[in-house]
């Protein structure tokens, strides 16, 4: 998860507001197989994590595959 992550902070954080800054920081407290199965589509996030910044990543791993 790192790399996937590190890739898409590389790419995104620079253009975040303050508010998706929190989240993302708040989306690394996710458990890492969570994550992975969100990002690869094995499962759907909970809407109580559903953010703005994680759909961004959703749609980056979009993009990126």
């Known amino acids: 998860m790192d790399l996937l992550m590190g890739q898409f902070a590389d790419e995104h954080l620079p253009?975040?507001?303050?508010?998706e800054l929190a989240q993302?920081?708040?989306?690394?407290?996710?458990?890492?197989?969570?994550?992975?199965?969100?990002?690869?589509g094995i499962s759907t996030p909970p809407a109580n994590?559903?953010?703005s910044a994680l759909e961004?990543?959703?749609a980056h791993r979009r993009v990126a595959a």
């Open 15 to 19: 253009d975040f507001i303050a508010d």
């Open 24 to 40: 993302f920081a708040e989306m690394l407290s996710e458990n890492d197989p969570d994550l992975y199965d969100w990002y690869c």
């Open 49 to 51: 994590v559903l953010t």
């Open 56 to 58: 961004k990543f959703l």
